[in-house]
């Protein structure tokens, strides 16, 4: 995000972030990358020391009531981290807003304060063996209420923070007979320690190690009633809630990622000569160059503009379905152009790009992930055409608008326009 478009507070907090990115120590995304950490919990002191988790809640609970351009400007610059640290930023703020938005004053008090300071730290327990993008669909996951608890039982698959995280945020079914599942689910916190609750695999994983990713099991798992987010049954408003810093965070910190490979394979191309000049001097290097920046603007861009939606959302002035349609583009722009500049980065270092050496090789394992997780690209492409469509056939989206097909020659035959 370009520092010009930001108010003198967002800006401050993006430049706050990219000190705290700058001062994390080399050697822990080594023992990070080398499996030797397998989960990094004084990342998370040191952002909590510079209060820098949970930007967006409340001075109350230990926030900055930051906007959410600046909650992505910062992530952006931990982008620079790679994804499994800029995930693990996130994370704070992807919990905490069902918390934020729907919980009760105590459930904030806990666990908001608890992002905010560090001492608490939540993982998204959402995606199950049998599905991920058709989650509602697929849900196996039920929680029925007993006396003052609900006893949960499923699983939750590739949870980050599986191992490490001190509570989840989880969805499960808790009305089997509801007419459509999005009418059945209500979202729950679990605590590490409730009995019932285990971890059972531990994934080896390509790229973003260091996050802890588990597959968890809900066994009988009982935790208090007081526990349920907003109300019964009203688990899809939350979760959609919950998607707008779940997917805008992957689309901020893809920037940060994928400007890191350019800057290192640029002042590579500085360096590095072949057919007596530098590499940036052939033409075909400099224009991956080129290409790749301006993709990474263009997306920069539009996570710009998607968090100003959720802005404009937060303040009432725009439907979700708006803000939901652009942080989608920026999540699927983002994501597609961070891979293309991380792939166009290793090409242009040549063989020394696929060593550890550099580090561009961990960018690349790591950037495939963000066209899978947080909902894939094809699931943005299914969430843009449908609110597009929703969008256009509502008779107000015309109001005012010039009508383009009557601009064509033959307009009138009516009898050439065949639809079945
Ligand atoms: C390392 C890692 C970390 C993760 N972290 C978390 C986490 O912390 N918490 C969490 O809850 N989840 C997490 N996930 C899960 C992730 O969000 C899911 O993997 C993702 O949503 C895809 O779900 P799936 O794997 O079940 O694939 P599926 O839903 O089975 O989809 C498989 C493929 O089919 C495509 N597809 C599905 N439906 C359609 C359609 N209608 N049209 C076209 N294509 C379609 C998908 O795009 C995908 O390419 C993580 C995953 C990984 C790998």
Same mark, same amino acid.
């Given at each position: 995000m370009e520092d010009f478009l930001l108010s003198e507070s967002e800006l401050e907090i993006k430049l706050k972030a990219r000190k705290v990115a700058k001062s994390i120590p080399p050697d822990l995304i080594r023992a990070i990358e080398s499996e030797t950490?397998?989960?990094?919990?004084e990342f998370v002191d040191i952002n909590a020391k510079a209060n820098m988790l949970g930007l967006r809640f409340s001075k109350e609970y230990?926030?900055?009531?930051?906007?959410w351009v600046a909650d992505m400007a910062a992530v952006e610059e931990m982008g620079y981290l790679g994804f499994t640290l800029s995930c693990m930023y996130s994370l704070g703020t992807i919990v905490g807003e069902p918390i934020n938005k729907f919980g009760t004053k105590d459930q904030k008090e806990k666990y908001l304060r608890g992002i905010t300071s560090g001492l608490l730290y939540g993982a998204e327990a959402i995606t199950e063996p049998s599905g991920g993008s058709d989650l509602f669909g697929m849900m196996k996951t039920t929680a029925t209420k007993k006396g003052k608890s609900f006893i949960l039982n499923g699983q939750k698959r590739f949870i980050v923070g599986g191992q490490g995280a001190d509570f989840f945020v989880t969805y499960a079914i808790t009305?089997?007979?509801?007419?459509n599942r999005t009418r059945g689910v209500s979202a729950f916190i679990v605590d590490?320690?409730?009995?019932g609750l285990k971890i059972e695999t531990m994934y080896g994983l390509m790229g973003n190690k260091g996050g802890g990713t588990a597959r968890i099991v809900f066994r009988d798992a009982e935790i208090p009633a007081?526990?349920?987010?907003?109300? #019964?049954?009203?688990g899809y408003d939350i979760f959609n809630t919950m998607m707008i810093p779940e997917r805008l965070t992957t689309a901020s910190g893809s920037i940060g990622v994928g400007m890191a490979a350019i800057e290192i394979a640029t002042g590579y191309a500085l360096r590095r000569k072949a057919f007596g000049s530098? #590499?940036?001097?052939?033409e075909g290097v400099s224009f991956k160059i080129a290409e790749s920046l301006t993709s990474l603007a263009n997306s920069a861009a539009l996570v710009y503009e998607a968090s100003k939606a959720a802005d404009a959302y937060e303040m009432g002035r725009l439907p979700m379905a708006r803000a939901r349609k652009l942080i989608s583009m920026a999540k699927l722009n983002s994501t597609e152009a961070m891979w293309a500049a991380v792939n166009s980065a290793m090409q242009i270092m040549g063989g020394i790009g696929y060593t550890t050496v550099y580090p561009i090789e961990r960018l690349l394992r790591d950037a495939r992930l963000g066209l899978i997780w947080t909902g894939s690209s094809e699931v943005m492409k299914m969430i843009i055409q449908h609110e597009f469509v929703k969008e256009i056939s509502r008779p107000d989206y015309w109001e005012g608008k010039r009508v383009v097909e009557q601009d064509a020659i033959d307009f009138k035959l009516v009898e050439e326009k065949v639809y079945e």
């Open positions: 950490k397998k989960f990094p919990r230990g926030g900055r009531g930051a906007s009305d089997q007979s509801a007419p590490r320690n409730t009995p007081e526990n349920l987010i907003g109300t #019964l049954n009203g530098k #590499l940036i001097e052939h």
